[in-house]
Structure formats: structure tokens, C-alpha cells
């Protein structure tokens, strides 16, 4: 289900229209007229407002797996324990000893690696508008395809993807062009597994849903 769509089925739920929910919004009716049929998304910003007047989290809405779906240690489960909760972007920078640094304002090409058409689409909006080159990959297997014929700058790479996950992917891509800035960008973002991004080679991690300042200062 795309955004979209979620977006639709909550708001009928909610027994609200489209002009009640674009009120809420501060937006015409319109807009949540072509969210609804996909001509258009929203803002990666108007996904905080959009899951509270929803009732619906923000990962449902980026199309990520439900918390109580994630990947546990059988330890974990089986002692019945609750997951670790999961950081914030400060927390995950503090792992990465991330240090702000001034944009280069240096064109690069940039591959985006989602399995989420919406998240693709507007990682690619928010680059694009600061002069990058943008490519997409729907899945791990199409990364590593496109890395093999293209060179790219950074490689902006999902965690929870159908067939290899962005740990499988980001140990490959190690392997074979170590040098290559890659940027993992999730909202599994529970200590082990940003831990895990660093411990693989991952540059940084960014946490969805995020805002356009932070994705471009860590694209550098």
C-alpha cells in the first residue's frame, strides 16, 4: 500500500473529507485530492502533521515495516522482552561521532536505494533541487547492478528491503568499492542497528523521517 493510499483509508476512517483533512493540513483539497491518487506526494516535513491528524505512524505511512515486525534476536523474543526503543537523529549521530560540516555545494551523483516509491521519489526531489544527479533502485539486487555499470558519489541505502536487506547490501558494496560514501537511511533505528551500520562501514545514518537539511549535510 502507497502513501497514498494509506493516506485515503485512514481519512475514511476518520469519516473526514478531503477538504476537512487539507483544513487540518493548511493545504487546498486538491493536494490531498493527487496525494490520494498518486499523481503527487507529500512533503517528507508534512509527515509528522499527516500521522498525528491520521492517527497512523509515521512508518506506516513511509511504507516501513510495523515496529512489532522488526527483525529481533531470538534471545530477545523469547525472553518476552520489549525492543529497545529507537534513537533519534542526535542519538544516531553521537554513534557516528558525526560532526557538522559546511556542504561542499560540489554536484555528485547519488543513488537511491528504497523499496519505498514515495521515499525514493522524494529523496530524489529534495537532491535534485540542490543541483545533484539522482538514480533510483527499488531493491539490493538493483543497487548492486547499477553500482557494477555506474559511478556513483554516495549511495543513500534503506535497511528493510524485500530479498537482501541494507546490511547484506552494505556489506557488498564494501567489498567491492570500499571507498564509496554510503549513507544508510531508515527508521529501524534501534541502537543495534545503527551500531551494525557503523560496524559494516556505513559513513552515517539517517533516521525517518527526516528533514531536507539533514539528508543533504550528510550527502556533504
Not at 481519512?11 to 493545504?27: F, G, P, S, V, Y
Not at 537511491?112 to 544527479?133: M, P, Q, S, Y
Not at 570500499?178 to 562501514?201: C, D, W, Y
Request: charged share 25%; hydrophobic share 40%; net charge negative.
Amino acid at each position: 500500500m502507497n502513501i497514498g493510499d494509506v493516506i485515503k483509508c485512514r481519512r475514511q476512517k476518520k469519516n473526514m473529507t478531503q477538504a476537512e483533512l487539507a483544513e487540518k493540513l493548511n493545504i487546498t483539497p486538491q493536494a490531498v485530492s493527487r496525494w490520494e491518487m498518486g499523481v503527487s506526494y507529500p512533503d517528507i516535513a508534512m509527515i509528522p502533521l499527516l500521522s498525528k491528524e491520521l492517527g497512523v505512524s509515521a512508518d506506516e505511512l513511509l511504507g516501513i515495516v510495523p515496529s512489532y515486525q522488526k527483525t529481533v534476536e531470538p534471545e530477545v523474543e523469547a525472553s518476552g522482552k520489549e525492543l529497545a526503543p529507537d534513537l533519534n537523529q542526535s542519538q544516531a549521530d553521537s554513534i557516528f561521532d558525526y560532526v557538522q560540516e559546511n556542504v561542499s555545494g560540489e554536484n555528485k551523483k547519488i543513488l537511491v536505494v528504497d523499496d519505498a516509491d514515495f521515499l525514493r521519489t522524494i529523496v530524489e526531489d529534495i537532491l535534485t533541487h540542490c543541483g545533484h544527479t539522482v538514480l533510483q533502485a527499488k531493491d539490493g539486487q538493483e543497487c548492486l547492478s547499477m553500482l557494477s555499470e555506474e559511478d556513483v558519489d554516495v549511495c543513500l541505502l534503506d535497511i528493510h528491503m524485500p530479498g537482501m536487506d541494507g546490511f547484506e547490501v552494505l556489506k557488498k558494496i564494501k567489498q567491492n568499492n570500499p571507498e564509496l560514501k554510503v549513507v544508510m537511511i531508515s527508521a529501524l533505528a534501534q541502537e543495534n542497528n545503527v551500531r551494525m551500520a557503523l560496524q559494516l562501514g556505513a559513513d552515517s545514518f539517517v533516521v525517518k523521517p527526516f528533514s531536507a537539511e539533514c539528508l543533504v549535510e550528510r550527502i556533504g
